[in-house]
């Protein structure tokens, strides 16, 4: 059953995809001088976007428990106006923020949210340092996405208010991103069918965008489930059947299928349930794949190989299988005119200017963890990125789904630090210092500003979905990796995050009482090896 957000149906009438709205036309230089000012309100409220970058890395939150990062993110959208809905696709975190000011473009804002188990650092401190030792922490910097859309859409708001501006805002969350668990549910269920545009933003180590196919994969997550049944291990074995023993043999033939498959492919395991002790047969056990390709038809002939393999291991073994998806993502595919529109502001606006305590961080964490180069932060702006000719595998985002939906780019800002591994604790050192602050600064210009250009040029807008429509989808057409009938595993993390919370809580940000998260925590900015 499709669910479709209500919020759409405010008052005003919002016209087809590619449609043309009635916009009062403004001259190139308005236009000009409005992005200007509201690249300066941005400016002006950067400690907003500072104590909500520091609130969000204080709560460090898994994916499908962003409990306190939601109420915290909604809450402020509702005091300046923004109209919520929660628990949309049946995910208790997630949520669309609209505010509409009237009959204009639907512009969709999105950002992740969730964090990476064990990755528990302090900000700032150039070394190993968890605040709680074993607990998840922002070694990726999804703290800093939404509090940057935030920032950029209030000071789009403020303009849109004062000059008639009509158009919609949509803000939404990218819930368990790590999981690749939410995204591909939104689209099935129909929350992006009346969105005319997508800026999605992920934290980076320097102000980029791309258009075209790009590097990377999309995959498929799956869990496949094996009963047996229990018996003595040592007084009646031969009464067990194991299903340790089907997990353990589908396991073994995969990896031994490792050797045949094409090197733009990935596939990765975890063990997810492996019997209780070792003096009981274990009547139930499991293992979880990510199944990574360059192209939908390579993952999904990777999933059929899977479950052959996983419906011969159970036949091996007299046990039974079932099996679910948990997650998909579809190969991305980004946007050429909003990403070019995007990148003349990326050249106006400009790196941020790093200061001696950001670099001596920066090249001390690269020295840390062994980098490849010790350069510290950028210094000089990328080129636009081009469709990727020779593909290139490696990550996954679930972002790819929405970019098939409707026309798609991600922006990323320089919030992290070059060179590091990802996934890591040392990608949270940066992430609640001046660093993360001045590069979310500078991606909620380049966003806001780039709102404006389509809001104020309905060209763009229909040059857009023209790409979309003509170049995009000419020999690839989106095919949903889930069916109606898949439910997102919002179970997942939940008992890690219990373990946690607790000891967590005691180190929130209490943003009426420090200026900053690194003067609540007593750390001198930067704190280097002794």
Not at 488 to 502: A, E, G, H, M, V
């Amino acid at each position: 059953m499709k669910q479709k957000t209500t919020l759409f149906t405010i008052a005003c009438c919002l016209l087809t995809l590619n449609g043309i709205y009635s916009q009062k036309k403004k001259s190139n230089k308005q236009i000009e001088n409005l992005k200007s000012e509201v690249a300066a309100i941005v400016e002006d409220n950067k400690k907003q976007s500072q104590v909500m970058v520091d609130k969000i890395f204080s709560f460090s939150e898994l994916g499908f428990q962003e409990i306190e990062s939601s109420k915290y993110l909604t809450g402020i959208l509702k005091e300046n106006g923004f109209e919520i809905e929660n628990s949309i696709s049946g995910i208790p975190t997630a949520w669309f923020a609209t505010w509409s000011n009237g009959e204009g473009p639907v512009i969709a804002l999105g950002s992740d949210v969730d964090c990476i188990p064990k990755a528990s650092q302090y900000p700032g401190v150039a070394y190993h340092k968890p605040i709680v030792d074993g607990a998840p922490g922002h070694g990726e910097g999804h703290n800093s996405g939404i509090p940057m859309n935030i920032s950029s859409a209030l000071a789009v708001k403020q303009i849109m208010e004062r000059e008639n501006i009509g158009g919609t805002l949509v803000i939404w969350p990218g819930i368990a991103e790590e999981l690749v668990a939410a995204k591909a549910w939104y689209v099935r269920d129909g929350l992006f069918d009346d969105i005319d545009m997508c800026i999605f933003t992920h934290v980076g180590n320097n102000l980029g965008v791309s258009y075209g196919p790009t590097r990377g994969t999309g995959l498929i997550s799956v869990e496949y489930a094996f009963e047996g049944e229990a018996a003595h291990s040592a007084g009646s074995p031969w009464r067990g059947k194991s299903a340790l023993d089907a997990a353990e043999l589908m396991n073994i033939g995969w990896n031994y299928k490792r050797e045949h498959l094409h090197p733009l492919k990935r596939s990765h395991s975890i063990f997810t349930d492996s019997g209780d002790q070792p003096n009981v047969v274990p009547s139930k056990a499991a293992i979880w794949f990510y199944f990574r390709d360059i192209k939908y038809e390579g993952i999904m002939e990777m999933y059929a190989l899977a479950n052959d393999m996983a419906k011969g291991a159970a036949l091996m073994t007299g046990t039974t299988m079932t099996s679910k998806v948990l997650g998909t993502a579809w190969p991305r595919h980004y946007n050429k005119v909003i990403a070019e529109t995007m990148y003349s502001n990326i050249k106006e606006v400009g790196l941020p200017k790093w200061s001696d305590a950001d670099q001596i961080l920066a090249k001390a964490v690269q020295t840390e963890v062994n980098s490849e180069k010790i350069e510290g932060l950028p210094l000089k702006l990328d080129t636009i990125g081009l469709p990727v000719i020779d593909p290139i595998s490696g990550g996954s985002d679930d972002i790819g789904d929405i970019s098939w939906k409707v026309p798609t780019v991600t922006l990323r800002y320089p919030s992290n630090i070059p060179g590091l591994q990802g996934h890591h604790w040392s990608n949270a050192i940066a992430m609640a210092t001046p660093i993360a602050h001045k590069g979310v600064v500078a991606g909620a210009k380049v966003e806001a500003m780039t709102i404006l250009d389509f809001l104020l040029k309905p060209d763009l807008l229909k040059g857009a979905w023209s790409y979309f429509n003509n170049e995009q989808q000419k020999e690839t057409k989106y095919q949903p990796m889930i069916s109606e009938s898949d439910m997102p595993p919002i179970y997942l993390n939940k008992d890690k995050q219990d373990q946690f919370r607790p000891a967590l809580e005691k180190y929130y940000y209490d943003e009426t009482k420090y200026d900053t998260y690194l003067e609540q925590l007593g750390i001198e900015y930067p704190t280097l090896k002794k």
